[in-house]
């Protein structure tokens, strides 16, 4: 059973374009979960997804950052106009579909370099 | 092996009780971050840790890394009800996110 997935590892874009980041969860699980972590700092909650829904988006930036994770297919952090202050490590985590199952499995992460 | 180990396992404490949470690596770390965990929620950044001998506070969560940054405390005083959660240290050994097993507390009234 592959671990949480996550792509690209590295990414870097230039002021003004786009970034996509991916994440395919554990097989079987239907919870996925997104958070950032900036330099010299702890990861922050942005966004609690499951399938077709956001459950929870209270960590995320009001604009330019969106989520989504369709019935088929990996999770997606989409984050429209990067600026520098984007350049961050973004991590998912993904938990099973279970009542008192709280364990979250993170994925490697992807690091966001804006130019 | 684990590279964090937390200790307890679990924890039940009655409301107003102080406690104690405990985590032990290997190898120094270089950052040592204290999260909270509840079913249906992300994980919650309670405080960071770097220099050896540090020690945070927030509200009644006290933090500390010891002079050999290899362990680190979680100390919450006077214990209540929204405390109650799963508390994870976690650290970043070999460029991987690395987290502890975790320390269910449970506050009873």
Known sequence: NAGVM????????RRGQEARLRCSPMKGHSHVYWYRQ???EGLKFMVYLQKENIIDESGM????FSAEFPKEGPSILRIQQVVRGDSAAYFCASSPNQAGEETQYFGPGTRLLVL | ???????????????GKNLTINCTSSKTLYGLYWYKQKYGEGL????MLQKGGEEKSHEKITAKL???????????????PSHAGIYLCGADISEKLTFGTGTRLT???
């Open chain 1, 38 to 40: 900036l330099p010299e």
């Open chain 2, 1 to 15: 092996s684990q590279e964090l180990e937390q200790s307890p396992q679990s924890l039940i404490v009655q409301e």
């Open chain 2, 107 to 109: 506050i009873i009234p």
């Open chain 1, 6 to 13: 996550q792509n690209p590892r590295h990414l870097v874009r």
């Open chain 1, 61 to 64: 930036p009001k604009e330019r």
């Open chain 2, 44 to 47: 919650i950044f309670l405080m």
């Open chain 2, 66 to 80: 010891d002079e050999k940054k290899q362990q680190s405390s979680l100390h919450i005083t006077a214990s209540q």
